[in-house]
């Protein structure tokens, strides 16, 4: 069990430093010789995880659908709104969910894959929507496609113009223009005071402590479910007051010097290997 344990122990922990290795660098420009030296951990422990460093991506995406787990609200308009709110703020503190959404985005040889994050936030949208729609929240005649696409898309835009501006500091602000301006298309005249569109900042950090707490704790390697507290009272639409209704790891030691070069930079200072390049 505990030699379980230690290897679960080491393959969330390359995990977490490929992602910030792959946020930073990108899926081409990025080298096992820095992902090892943010784990600690040695060649062997991570090819015994992970034989490539496509398999690391893959794994990586794999926990992309814990970010979509909707809080549950009455109104089902606002677990919409709050999904995005909590993703926002895991944008800005998580880096598997930021190297997620990078390699999602760019274009390198990191394959497409089957189930892009596109893919599953859009199934995500849109079983929130048929819900609203069948508790009369939806405006008649809306397309559900083309609202979960505006949504999603929506999103994807923001993110990209607030990391370009802010390093999407300014997030959550950029959320919840685009709903005051989306909303009025959307949902029924009656709702809009009742739907808040700006975020909790308690409610966003149970969802960080959750996921951490997750990942720390996974067996697999398996999505991250994320949570909401309750609801408190927050700014609505238009200004209004709303109710929110068997391993063989050792521990690497780096080295003392540092490099740098255009696509792998050795942060703990762990020497290239002769034959490495970005790929591992």
Do not use: C
């Not at 390359?14 to 910030?20: P, R, S, V, W």
């Not at 096992?32 to 062997?44: D, F, K, V, W």
């Not at 900042?201 to 994320?226: K, N, T, Y």
């Amino acid at each position: 069990m505990a030699k379980q344990e230690r290897g679960t122990r080491s393959r969330q922990a390359l995990l977490e430093a490929a992602a910030e290795v792959f946020d930073l660098r990108g899926f081409d420009a990025a080298g096992t010789n820095e992902i090892l030296a943010r784990s600690g951990l040695t060649r062997g422990a991570l090819y015994h995880h992970f034989p490539s460093k496509e398999s690391i991506a893959v794994a990586l995406f794999a926990e992309h659908s814990g970010a979509l787990v909707a809080p549950e609200r009455s109104t089902r308009m606002q677990s919409v709104i709050d999904l995005t709110f909590g993703y926002a703020r895991q944008l800005q503190r998580d880096p598997v969910l930021r190297a997620i959404v990078r390699l999602a985005m760019e274009k390198t040889s990191f394959p497409r894959q089957a189930d892009t994050p596109y893919d599953q936030s859009s199934a995500a949208i849109r079983r929130l929507l048929d819900e609203a729609r069948a508790q009369g929240e939806i405006l008649p005649g809306l397309d559900l496609a083309d609202a979960t696409s505006v949504i999603v898309g929506g999103f994807a835009g923001m993110q990209v113009m607030s990391q370009v501006y802010t390093d999407r500091a300014d997030l959550p602000e950029r959320v919840t223009a685009m709903w005051r301006l989306l909303l009025p298309g959307m949902v029924a005249p009656g709702m809009i005071g009742h739907l808040v569109i700006t975020p909790r900042d308690d409610e966003a950090q149970a969802v960080l402590d959750a996921s951490s707490s997750a990942r720390r704790g996974a067996s697999g390697g398996g999505a991250v479910a994320l949570a909401f507290g309750k609801r408190g009272v927050g700014a609505g639409v238009g200004g209004q007051e709303g109710v929110h209704p068997g391993d063989a790891e050792q521990t690497a030691q780096p080295a003392g010097d540092g490099r740098q070069g255009e696509g792998t930079v050795g942060v703990l200072g762990a020497a290239p290997d002769a034959d490495e390049g970005a790929q591992p």
